[in-house]
């Protein structure tokens, strides 16, 4: 399998494969023109993807004259994704905001079992997305400096604070549970209408997967973020992203989560994300 990550412009005739030497996805985003991206993994030996289509349209929305459609791009796609078979690639698809469509691909790293079972430690900082609705490869350059400082702290995400409250994570979305620990109810911040909102976040593909499971085993849904005084309070935390699944988070600053532990909701909320991976992971042509 090979190991670097590799380019392409996606264009209506043809991919056209860049050099463009990076180490990482972001690396790349970097280089390129300005605009939206979405990144995601594969499932089934680069063949399924889990809620594509969900991915394609957010990437496609803002911009009104994409130069690539979504099919020819499904095509490309799983062309380009050969040499990363029989193994999982990670992906990532950026929009410029004049229409131009470039992919991204490397071979899966997936986490450590230890991260799930053990849970990981995150801080909070007052960074915010200027436009939380859409995921701009903006934000990745704004972000840097608070990139460069958990990886050297060894801090798993930083969570975006605004108003004293956490909305999401800065690479992901981020729950928690209510005081009564094994029962919930299980709380995130809400996302409103465009232009009414005070806590706005984005929009992540596996925060809906996730509320509809959780919807689905009966539990008790609450919009409403989590302010920084209640810390000591609630007996569960987790963070979701589409390349990651649900990471449970035993730390928030210096403040232990719970018993210090992934919690009972946690758990089984990732147990059924697994299992509605298998099964509705959709493919890409």
Request: proline share 6%; net charge positive.
């Amino acid at each position: 399998m090979k190991t670097m990550i590799q380019t392409w412009q996606i264009t209506r005739t043809q991919s056209v494969k860049l050099d463009m030497p990076a180490a990482t996805l972001d690396e790349v985003t970097r280089q390129l023109p300005g605009g939206f991206y979405s990144t995601f993994r594969t499932f089934d030996e680069c063949t399924r993807v889990l809620r594509l289509n969900a991915h394609l349209t957010r990437l496609y929305q803002p911009v009104p004259m994409p130069e690539v459609d979504a099919l020819l791009l499904r095509r490309q796609l799983l062309a380009l994704l050969e040499p990363y078979r029989p193994g999982e690639a990670r992906v990532r698809v950026v929009m410029t905001m004049k229409g131009q469509v470039y992919l991204a691909a490397e071979p899966l790293k997936p986490l450590p079992r230890e991260v799930y079972e053990n849970g990981v430690r995150v801080e909070t900082t007052d960074l915010h997305r200027r436009q939380p609705r859409l995921k701009s490869t903006g934000f990745i350059g704004r972000s840097d400096a608070e990139r460069k400082h958990i990886a050297e702290e060894g801090i798993f995400e930083a969570l975006l604070v605004k108003g004293g409250q956490i909305l999401e994570g800065m690479t992901s979305n981020f729950f928690y549970v209510g005081q009564a620990a094994g029962k919930g109810p299980l709380k995130t911040a809400k996302v409103p209408y465009l232009g009414t909102a005070r806590e706005n976040i984005l929009l992540g593909i596996t925060r809906e997967t996730v509320l509809e499971i959780a919807r689905g085993i009966g539990l008790e849904i609450k919009y409403q973020p989590l302010k920084l005084d209640q810390l000591e309070m609630i007996p569960e935390a987790f963070i979701t992203s589409s390349t990651r699944g649900i990471v449970p988070v035993i730390q928030i600053d210096q403040v232990t989560i719970g018993e210090g532990i992934p919690g009972s909701i946690t758990r089984q909320l990732s147990e059924s994300y697994n299992s509605y991976v298998i099964e509705n992971a959709e493919r890409i042509l």
